[in-house]
């Protein structure tokens, strides 16, 4: 997969700040576009390019961001880009309910830029070098845990 443009559903100025700042190790030539709730993405996602994987953050304003990735599931022209969950929570009822409705991945927001560097590096691996199934096995929190299901 070839992963040029990234879509972040990130309401939280310090949090997109952090992301772009790891972003640039990670993936120094990927471009991000920044939406600050679930109404902008969703009406980016209508009316604009298509990016090529998304970060979306549980917690947005205006339309949350389980419903966002509803949306994008249940859209059949954006229902093949990989939704990868971007969030402060770590209990499982949201984690359930992303990977239910069809997250590629859920990223706990970790601690420090060293982290998410290593995390962004492992989840860009993971979908360049073959076709994820969306299930508890692409969970990931601050490193790269495997669940067993």
């Known amino acids: 997969m070839n992963i040029t443009n990234i879509l972040l559903a990130e309401d939280d100025l310090d949090d997109y700040h952090f992301f772009i700042e790891a972003l640039e190790k990670a993936c120094p030539s990927c471009n991000v576009t920044r939406v600050k709730n679930g109404l902008d993405c969703v009406t980016l996602l209508k009316t604009q390019t298509i990016p090529s994987i998304i970060f979306l953050d549980l ?38 309910a992303a990977f239910k409705n069809g997250a590629h991945h859920y990223v706990v927001k970790p601690g420090n830029a ?18 994820q199934m969306r299930t508890k096995e692409n969970f990931v929190v601050r490193k790269v845990v495997t669940l067993q299901t």
């Open 59 to 96: 917690n947005i304003p205006l339309i949350s961001g389980i419903e966002c990735l509803k949306f994008i599931k249940n859209t059949e022209a954006l229902a093949h880009i990989p939704v990868i969950i971007y969030s402060t929570s770590h209990y499982i009822k949201p984690i359930d």
């Open 114 to 131: 060293d982290e998410l560097v290593e995390i962004l590096t492992t989840v860009f691996s993971g979908l360049a070098s073959k076709s």
